[in-house]
């Protein structure tokens, strides 16, 4: 059985925090992720880590899904690349939920190193196209087999930390498309929100047969994610491409920070 939260002074204050928190993640996951950082703290501060990183990851899921259907024009002209990523994403999540499961609370010491490196990559990903003389493509450009199979082995990287915590892991999925020579942000923005739906869902699953989510405050939650999903989509696609990719490199060294600090 889950662990009742410590009563709080206010409850109304708490479960507006929780909201906020909830809407602005959806926002922050479908500009570039990094919601997590959001609801994971919020939630923390009436549950215990383990819980409140399940419980997270439920009240993120609807508006990552949300973010994903916000992007869905874009997403349908990438859609056979997403799906050969799609099976690495759903095997990485699982094993990523069932070390949280095992090892609740353990959260690794590379997490501010990993965010800030992939912070760094997608920085430097268009000046050094630039410097190769690289011109972008499109996902409608295959890529080689030997590009394609270390997309696939990163992809499960980033699955496996993405179902254990995964704040951060839209920043190495488009940090990695980035390097691939995608140029469309928006494109690369429905993949990642996609894809990161997938890993998110899984991980629920195991989450919930644990009985670590707690669903007064995740339902609540998701209800206002759902909104800043929608909502961060349209932000995203209205921006200019080189604001958008400026906002995740600024939200990616915030991260690094933050969990550096921590």
Same mark, same amino acid.
């Given at each position: 059985?889950?662990?009742?939260? &410590?009563?709080?002074? %206010?409850?109304?204050?708490?479960? @507006?925090? *929780? $909201?906020?928190?909830?809407?602005?993640?959806? $926002?922050?996951?479908? $500009?570039?992720?990094?919601?997590?950082?959001?609801?994971?703290?919020?939630? @923390?501060?009436?549950?215990?880590?383990?819980?409140?990183?399940?419980?997270?990851? =439920?009240?993120?899921? &609807?508006? /990552?899904?949300?973010?994903?259907?916000?992007?869905?024009?874009?997403?349908?002209?990438?859609?056979?690349?997403?799906?050969?990523?799609?099976?690495? /994403?759903?095997?990485?999540?699982?094993?990523?939920?069932? *070390?949280? =499961?095992?090892?609740?609370?353990?959260?690794?010491?590379?997490?501010?190193?990993?965010?800030?490196? +992939?912070?760094?990559?997608?920085?430097?990903?268009?000046?050094?196209?630039?410097? @190769?003389?690289?011109? &972008?493509? %499109?996902?409608?450009?295959?890529? /080689?087999?030997?590009?394609? +199979?270390?997309?696939?082995?990163?992809?499960?990287? =980033?699955?496996?930390?993405?179902?254990?915590?995964?704040? #951060?892991?839209?920043?190495?999925?488009?940090?990695?498309? #980035?390097?691939?020579?995608?140029? %469309?942000?928006?494109?690369?923005?429905?993949?990642?929100?996609?894809?990161? /739906?997938?890993?998110?869902?899984?991980?629920?699953?195991?989450?919930?047969?644990?009985?670590? =989510?707690?669903?007064?405050?995740?339902?609540?939650?998701?209800?206002?994610?759902?909104?800043?999903?929608?909502?961060?989509?349209?932000?995203?696609?209205?921006? &200019?491409?080189?604001?958008?990719?400026?906002?995740?490199?600024?939200?990616?060294?915030?991260?690094?920070?933050?969990?550096?600090?921590?």
């Amino acid at each position: 059985m889950y662990k009742s939260p &410590p009563e709080m002074p %206010d409850a109304n204050v708490v479960l @507006l925090v *929780l $909201i906020l928190a909830a809407f602005f993640a959806g $926002i922050l996951n479908s $500009i570039a992720g990094g919601g997590t950082l959001l609801t994971f703290p919020a939630l @923390l501060s009436v549950l215990s880590p383990e819980m409140a990183n399940a419980t997270s990851t =439920v009240a993120v899921l &609807p508006g /990552s899904i949300a973010g994903a259907v916000g992007y869905r024009q874009e997403l349908w002209a990438a859609r056979r690349f997403a799906l050969q990523m799609l099976p690495a /994403s759903l095997l990485g999540g699982i094993v990523g939920a069932l *070390l949280l =499961v095992q090892y609740p609370a353990e959260f690794g010491a590379l997490v501010p190193w990993l965010i800030f490196t +992939a912070a760094v990559l997608f920085a430097i990903q268009a000046p050094l196209n630039k410097l @190769l003389k690289r011109k &972008p493509t %499109d996902f409608t450009v295959r890529p /080689s087999r030997a590009l394609l +199979a270390g997309l696939i082995l990163f992809q499960f990287g =980033v699955a496996i930390y993405g179902g254990y915590f995964g704040a #951060g892991i839209g920043i190495l999925m488009l940090s990695a498309l #980035g390097f691939m020579g995608i140029g %469309d942000i928006n494109k690369a923005n429905g993949v990642k929100t996609f894809l990161a /739906s997938a890993i998110n869902a899984v991980s629920v699953v195991i989450f919930i047969q644990a009985n670590l =989510v707690y669903w007064p405050y995740a339902w609540v939650m998701a209800l206002a994610a759902i909104a800043g999903g929608f909502v961060g989509a349209k932000v995203a696609k209205r921006m &200019p491409a080189r604001y958008v990719r400026w906002l995740v490199v600024v939200i990616g060294f915030g991260l690094a920070a933050v969990y550096a600090l921590k």
